[in-house]
């Protein structure tokens, strides 16, 4: 597959603090996103997800905001705990086709 | 939530030998089941959509004959990766959805050979 260096993006973020997680896919006929959290040697958890009919989702502590203009993608955590802390993937799919892309990865540290 | 199980969580194999790695899904009947790759610090790769009752899908670049998909039932998928090599070490993970557009992934299997 594609390297993509060994090193990921990481955001280090104060307990309590709000964090902010940015991706851009890559398809422009994608029309369904999801958020996923990675915590290590364990699989991706679903967080939260949207699709393009819509610009802005919320969940518990979580928000997603989509702008297909410039194909971005963010997941906003508010009141960030320290269980958190892990690598967060974005992924895009076609509504009715369960094929995945995942994006690249943030590591997110919460700070206690 | 809807579980996935994978078996074994980790295998240590030598060089040429074949491993299997099974995926099931526990409380709910998975016609598709997806197979992932993930190397270190890296993002996960779609290796091959799983099919029940027909042959499974590959990836550009994913070799068929050397890693054998079997959705023996709408509860199972095996991976086996034959004849292994140091390369082949990763992160391997499953993924069904449950209902549309809702997939749950699998907690992983990570091989190493040796």
């Known amino acids: 597959g594609e390297s993509v260096g060994l090193h990921l993006p990481t955001l280090s973020v104060q307990e309590g603090d709000n964090s902010i997680i940015n991706c851009a896919y890559s398809?422009?006929?994608?029309?369904?996103f999801i958020w996923y959290k990675q915590e290590s040697g364990k699989g991706p958890q679903f967080i939260i997800d949207i699709r393009s009919n819509m610009d802005k989702r919320q969940g518990q502590r979580v928000t997603v905001l989509l702008n297909k203009t410039v194909k971005h993608l963010s997941l906003q955590i508010a009141a960030t705990q320290p269980g958190d802390s892990a690598v967060y993937f974005c992924a895009e799919s076609s509504y009715g086709n369960n094929r995945l892309a995942f994006g690249k990865g943030n590591q997110v540290v919460v700070i206690p | 939530g809807a579980v996935v199980s994978q078996h074994p969580s980790w295998v240590i194999c030598k060089s040429g030998t074949s491993v299997k790695i099974e995926c099931r899904s526990l409380d709910f009947q998975a016609t598709t089941m997806f197979w992932y790759r993930q190397f270190p610090k890296q993002s996960l790769m779609l290796m091959a959509t799983s099919n029940e009752g027909s042959k499974a899908t590959y990836e550009q670049g994913v070799e068929k004959d050397k890693f054998l998909i079997n959705h023996a039932s709408l509860t199972l998928s095996t991976l086996t990766v034959t004849s292994a090599h140091p390369e082949d070490s990763s992160f391997y993970i499953c993924?069904?959805?449950?209902?549309?557009?809702?997939?749950?992934f699998g907690p992983g299997t990570r091989l190493l050979v040796l």
């Open positions: 398809n422009s006929a994608s029309d369904y």
């Open positions: 993924s069904a959805p449950s209902r549309v557009e809702t997939q749950y």
